[in-house]
């Protein structure tokens, strides 16, 4: 719908198509000659977790060990010109869109995917050709020298902001350990950015707390949540160098009076001031703003209501308070980062601005002028800024004198291009956040109708609820009512029944009781007459026979006791003779009792001799550890004592003599330079055509500026 409501190409022409397809999917080495080799630097990109058009890479290294001179800031920037060639089909839909267009759900791109997100994009591993904006910058923050070459670089590593936040936090963490060769490049670029950012408060830019949000779609694209974004040190790390590169474009077009596009931000008009008066006034804010303001009294507001309740409207008026920034020939500064001179060189995968700051530098380097072509320049967008930018270009066109000049053809060209990807910039800006504001309002719409739909539910579910309990509860008590009635009648018949039953029961039991005792009268009756019959018949046959039992009986014991009667006198002859024996053996007995107690008496003496001597020869002979004896003289034997051990010499490494340093050396940079042309590197920069080095990368030795500027460096005017 955004992409209909503001005519926002989205489509490339089928030539921009072909030529795209025609273009090689990697770096050949035909791209090399006049290049210098950055694949040894280790520079790294640093953006969000999304992106995939990477067009920035960085590296920084001190100049000295210490620091105290500064740090060498290089900034590599994808060399889009290269591939986009002016008035080519690319170059034609690129310029009709101005810019990338960013949704929460899509982008559309202003170059083909195959240049943005391929053969552009720095990604991590390969070879790409780049921009270089190589900087010094001070211990102060100041760039005092600079200057532009085109390279081929190779990306150490793609680092999301907060991978790189994570290692600045802790350099001994997981993420740290992860990318271990680069944590030492890292606190370096950190403490470069702390000296610039020190720079920016200095020279009073403004810098607002206001939060953004993020919408999160899912895979299906619906929205999961809406979250603020959250700035890091290493979104600002990121910012403040692409700062200092933009700020050495500008500067480097303006010393070599080259046309081309600055980004201009102007000062807030007299009416918005007086509207921020009356808002701050109406706040209780004592802070004054005079007729023509300073960034820095600006930032003083941002400054001094951070901390309040309300400091993110505060700050959301100061920022309305202030004319947008254009982009214009015609150079007035950049009111809220204060700068004198200010344009865009760090995007030019997005921002058409951008591509043509590069052909311009290109052009300067290569000694020639670029001469910007007649593109075309829709109508809606000439009726969106045409007054501003006419007025804007009256102003800047008087001279000191106060007399008016007239535009160059040159210059009115370069205003139109201007004009134009001005206009784009604020038709992508509106899109997105009209798209931004549907998305969150149909969200919000989606949750409050959600929340109604979900209350109405509720309250006609606890209305049915409290109905079919009412009628429940009736229910159940005409149940209980009737079921104790019911309990009644079955407790009566129950009763009833069991009276009935238990009469009918015992009147029954009374007579089979009646017929069981007379079945068993006459069962006794009849069987007491046959037991008596059969007991008297048994009792005849058992008499007999105990009377010939007995008969037999005694007949066979008179035989048996007849010889034991003969043995018995026997046995008494024979006992009578026995105890006569064993008198006369007891007497000899007692009388021998005597002379065996004495005999061995005297041979247990000799026994207990014997076993005596026996004991003292083993014990003689055998140790008394093994004895177990408890002998007391044994603690008095000296025990061996254990020869103590020699002490191990511990190998101590013989401490290294550190070389005197001196006091200017090269650094790594340089050194891997100067390596890449004269080592082994060196070899395949001559194969390839490949030029040395630009001179100048032992600058920092260098004690004087003409001593920088005999070496191609540039100096900043400020210095």
Known sequence: IAVRKYSVPHVFSPACMQQAESLPDHVVGKDFPHRVDLTDIALVTIDGEDAKDFDDAVYCEPLKEDAQDGWRLLVAIADVSHYVETESPIDIDAYERATSVYFPRRVIPMLPEKLSNGLCSLKPEVDRLCMVCDMMVSAEGEVFAYQFYEAVMHSHARLTYTDAAAILSNTRGPQAQKYKSIVNDLIHLHDVYRALLKARQKRGAVDFETTETQIICDDNGRIEKIVPRIRTEAHRLIEETMLAANVCSADFIQQNKHAALFRVHEGPTPEKLEILRSYLKSLGIGLQITEEPSPGQFQ???????????????????????????????????????????????????????????????????????KLPGLPVPGEAQAKLSRRLASHAAKSSQTSTGKNTQLTPETQSWQAAGLHCSANERRADEASRDVEAWLRT?????????????????????????????????????????????????????????????????????????????????????????????????????????????????????????????????????????????????????????????????????????????????????????????????????????????????????????????????????????????????QRLDTLGMMKPPPGWEAFCFTNQSDLQANGWTIHPKI
């Not at 309040?308 to 214009?328: E, F, K, P």
């Not at 004895?627 to 051990?645: G, I, R, S, T």
Request: glycine share 2%.
């Open 300 to 370: 003083a507001i941002a400054a001094a209501t951070k901390e309040r309740v309300d400091a993110q409207q505060i700050h959301s008026m100061l920022l309305r308070s202030m004319q947008q920034a254009i982009y214009t020939p015609v150079n007035s500064g950049h009111f809220g980062l204060a700068y004198d001179a200010y344009t865009h060189f760090t995007s030019p995968i997005r921002r058409y601005p951008d591509l043509l700051v590069h052909r311009v530098i290109k052009s300067i380097l290569r000694g020639t002028r670029y």
């Open 442 to 682: 149909s969200e919000q719409t989606k949750q409050t109708l959600f929340s109604d739909l979900q209350s109405q539910m509720q309250l006609r579910t606890n209305t049915w609820i409290e109905q079919r309990a009412t009628e429940f509860s009736t229910a159940l008590e005409s149940a209980q009512a009737q079921m104790q009635a019911l309990q009644k009648i079955v407790i009566a018949s129950k009763d009833e029944w069991v009276t009935t039953k238990q009469k009918e029961f015992m009147v029954r039991l009374a007579e089979a009781v009646k017929q069981a005792q007379t079945i068993v009268q006459q069962a006794t009756e009849k069987e007491k007459f046959a037991l008596l019959e059969k007991f008297s018949t048994l009792e005849g046959s058992l008499r007999e026979r105990q009377e010939s039992a007995e008969k037999k009986i005694k007949e066979s014991l008179d035989d048996k006791l007849r010889p034991i009667s003969v043995g018995l006198q026997l046995v008494q002859t024979t006992t009578e003779k026995a105890t006569q024996d064993i008198a006369v053996l007891f007497t000899i007995t007692s009388a021998l009792q005597s002379d065996v107690s004495s005999s061995v008496s005297a041979r247990q003496v000799a026994d207990a001799e014997t076993l005596l001597a026996t004991l003292t020869k083993v014990q003689a002979t055998t140790p008394v550890s093994a004895l177990q004896l408890q002998n007391p003289l044994a603690n008095l034997v000296e025990k061996p004592q254990p020869q103590p051990q020699p002490e191990r010499q511990r190998q101590t490494k013989p401490v290294a003599t550190q070389q005197t340093k001196q006091n200017e050396v090269y650094t790594s940079l340089t050194k891997c330079f100067y390596t890449a042309v004269f080592g082994t590197p060196g």
